[in-house]
Every structure is written in C-alpha cells, then in structure tokens.
C-alpha cells in the first residue's frame, strides 16, 4: 500500500525567502504526482503534475521535482509572498489515468510580512 | 462559471438522519470521486466513478452510498448518520491527468 508523508509539517518564513516543501512516497511505482494548494475553507487547487517519466515540472515561482526511484518530490517555490499561505498537499497517482490519488497530510505554509 | 460545484457548503444534522451531498461538473470529464478529509486534514478517496460506472470504491460503511445520474453528476447519500462521519467531503472530477476539486462540504453530525 501507498503511503505518502510529508516534511515538514508546518513552516513559517519571512518574506522573500526561498523554501522547499518536500514529499516522500513509499511505492516508486507511481503514475503521476501532484501538487495542490488547499486555502483555508476552500478546495484543492492543482499546482504542478510531474509525470512518471519527468524529472521537474515550473510554473511561475513553482518547482516541483521528482525522483522516483527514491520516492521523492520536491516543492521550491521562490521568493515567496504572503499570498502563498496555504495548505500543500502532494498525491502521488498509481498504476494508470483511472488509478486513486494517495496523499500526504500537508505541509501547512505561513509567509510573513 | 464553477467548474466542480457541490452543495450544501455546509450541513449540520442530528445523528441517526439521512442526508445528501450533490455534485457537479461542467468540465466534460468522465471521471469523477468523493473523497473524506478528517480532522486531521487526512484527505483520503472514497468511490470513483468513470462514465457513470463505479471503478472505486474504499472500505467505506454501506452507509455511503454514491450514485451518477450522468456523468457531470455524482451525488453522494448517507444513512443513519453517524458522529464519526463529521468531516469534510470533496468532490473532484479529472480528465485522468489533474483532478479538479469542489470547494467541499463541512457535515457536522451533532
């Protein structure tokens, strides 16, 4: 069975820091692996997908990376805003487009000002 | 335009009463799931349905049962609710890349 953790659990930085979020997963058979965003009372925002035969996916100040083989992900977001107080959570996707999400439990960012 | 709306948002209930989440989408997916997320902020899935045809379904109480009238649409019933079952649930729908979730709905069984 699929187990997906999370480090840490909570993180609070200053503004303008650079930060890794990161993710670890116990079966390297995956399919695909996401990132979300989950803001307080809100649902899940997708973020990033890496595919199984990726190493990194960008968007923005977002980096995600994957290496698979050792069942881990990594989140860098850049210079990072109050705005990016959220809720991270990653899901790794197993076997095919119709296999279930297993998630961590979330890395709970704060960004001061 | 929402793309995956549920309601209620919230709902509040005696235990031991019958209740009905709904769901939909305009996203054209085929694929759409409910998922649990407990007060510990654990999401976890609990059914999953492709073109109206039930492809997953959790070790969940037969309590639950989901149903998809159409495939925009997976509705969610629960019976004899239970304290236990206080929680969170979202629905999501994908295109079997990225998953695309309702803003859920907070079920508080008093």
């Known amino acids: 069975k699929q187990e997906v953790t999370q480090i840490p659990a909570a993180l609070s930085v200053p503004e303008g820091e650079n930060l890794v979020l990161n993710c670890s997963f116990t079966?390297?058979?995956?399919?695909?692996l996401q990132w979300f965003r989950q803001d307080p009372g809100k649902g899940l925002t997708s973020l990033l997908l890496?595919?199984?035969?990726?190493r990194e996916q960008t968007s923005g100040r977002l980096n995600a990376s994957l290496d698979k083989s050792s069942g881990r992900s990594t989140l860098y977001i850049a210079a990072s805003q109050p705005g990016d107080s959220a809720t991270y959570l990653c899901a790794v996707r197993r076997s095919s487009t119709l296999g279930r999400l297993y998630f961590g439990r979330g890395t709970q960012l704060t960004v001061w000002p | 335009d929402t793309a995956v709306s549920q309601t209620p948002k919230y709902l509040v209930t005696q235990m031991g009463n019958d209740k009905s989440i709904k769901c939909e989408q305009n996203?054209?997916?085929?694929?759409m799931y409910w998922y649990k997320q407990d007060s510990k902020k654990f999401l976890k899935i609990m059914f999953s349905y492709n073109n109206k045809e039930l492809i997953i379904n959790e070790t969940v109480p037969n309590r639950f049962s989901p149903k998809s009238p159409d495939k925009a649409h997976l509705n969610l019933h629960i019976n004899s609710l239970e304290l236990g079952d206080s929680a969170v649930y979202f629905c999501?729908?994908?295109?079997?890349?990225?998953?695309?979730f309702g803003s859920g709905t907070q079920l508080s069984v008093l």
């Open positions: 996203l054209g997916h085929d694929t």
């Open positions: 890496i595919q199984s035969s990726q």
């Open positions: 079966d390297s058979a995956i399919y695909n």
């Open positions: 999501a729908s994908g295109d079997g890349e990225k998953l695309f």
